[in-house]
């Protein structure tokens, strides 16, 4: 399973992350609404764990 984690708070995107390669998932991550999108636009993914406020946009919009 490929799961994005969309979370701009270094300390708490990296405990995620680390907890989800732990079990197995291949995990990538992005830190501001700009590189999110540019990460669903390139690759699919299972799942995607987003923060709502973000640097430069909301979580929000992303869903829409």
């Given amino acids: 399973m ?3 984690i969309v979370e701009d708070e270094k300390k708490f ?3 995620i992350c680390e ?3 732990l079990e197995k998932f291949v ?3 992005a830190t501001d609404y700009r590189k999110a ?3 669903i636009n390139d690759y ?5 764990v987003l923060d709502i406020m973000l640097p430069g946009g909301s979580g929000l919009q992303i869903l829409e």
């Avoid at 699919?44 to 995607?48: A, E, F, G, K, T």
């Fill in 37 to 39: 999108l540019e990460k």
């Fill in 13 to 15: 995107r990296e405990t």
């Fill in 19 to 21: 907890s989800l390669r």
């Fill in 27 to 29: 995990v990538e991550e």
């Fill in 2 to 4: 490929k799961i994005l």
């Fill in 44 to 48: 699919n993914y299972d799942c995607i």
